[in-house]
């Protein structure tokens, strides 16, 4: 009976202990903080369509957000980005020159421009009804989140007033191919967008930078497969075509497509 009695005292023990990890656990990982500083918050106002949405830790789950959503914070609107159970709000923001991502020390400043090197004067079609990817890969040891991607169109080969929609999806690196089981995005964007000088596809919402780089997949559904748009390409990276009947991505030996990439720090 005292053995039992032990055994019934360190289960109920235990039982407790783990509700209260799970409470807290829950609870305390729903954060609201401030980038600069890294301070959380207990709630934020969110900015949507002219309207204010006070959301905090027990609402934050049922959250959905929208790509125009802004944080209203001392009178100002602000990018944020959402990784696993926190919200994070940048709150100093400062935009600078283009700079090369080789090599490149990125200071203390906060929101950047990182652009690969520019394969001079070559270019390459967004080829139709093909998943094409282009790897994205930046040098940096800090949280990174990105915001938005410009591509460079070269206007003398690509086809204004294009029809339809072009797929875009963002695919982490697994073994220096993309995988998709596990896409970060999937969204479209208007084909007759791409017809200008610089192509800048905003996300839907801001991500985290993967560690390992991640892909850029294009896929353009078309009945004519000269009408299309033309891309400046890079010379750091690799461009990828995946082959439906043996299911698997290859390297088609061409350089990938030129990119700018729009990050908060």
Request: proline residues 3%.
């Amino acid at each position: 009976m005292y053995s039992f009695k032990i055994f019934h005292y360190i289960w109920k023990r235990e039982i407790i202990s783990l509700f209260f990890l799970l409470f807290s656990s829950y609870f305390y990982s729903q954060t609201f903080i401030r980038d600069s500083d890294k301070k959380s918050f207990n709630e934020v106002t969110i900015v949507r369509s002219n309207k204010n949405i006070v959301i905090n830790r027990n609402t934050f789950k049922d959250y959905k957000p929208s790509i125009d959503d802004k944080i209203l914070y001392n009178q100002k609107l602000l990018d944020f980005a959402i990784e696993d159970d926190s919200l994070f709000f940048f709150d100093k923001v400062k935009e600078i020159e283009e700079i090369n991502v080789v090599g490149d020390n990125l200071g203390n400043k906060k929101e950047k421009i990182i652009k690969s090197g520019e394969t001079q004067k070559v270019y390459a079609d967004i080829f139709p009804n093909n998943y094409i990817a282009t790897f994205i890969k930046t040098n940096t040891n800090k949280r990174t989140f990105v915001k938005s991607i410009t591509f460079f169109p070269d206007k003398r080969f690509s086809v204004k007033n294009l029809s339809g929609k072009i797929q875009i999806q963002i695919m982490p690196n697994l073994g220096g191919f993309p995988y998709e089981e596990s896409t970060i995005l999937t969204f479209e964007k208007d084909m007759s967008e791409s017809y200008q000088n610089r192509w800048e596809i905003e996300f839907p919402r801001i991500i985290k930078y993967p560690e390992n780089g991640f892909f850029v997949v294009f896929y353009y559904q078309s009945d004519n497969k000269k009408m299309t748009t033309t891309l400046k390409l890079n010379n750091e990276s690799d461009m990828f075509l995946y082959y439906p009947k043996n299911k698997e991505w290859k390297s088609i030996k061409n350089n990938g497509y030129l990119y700018k990439l729009k990050v908060l720090q």
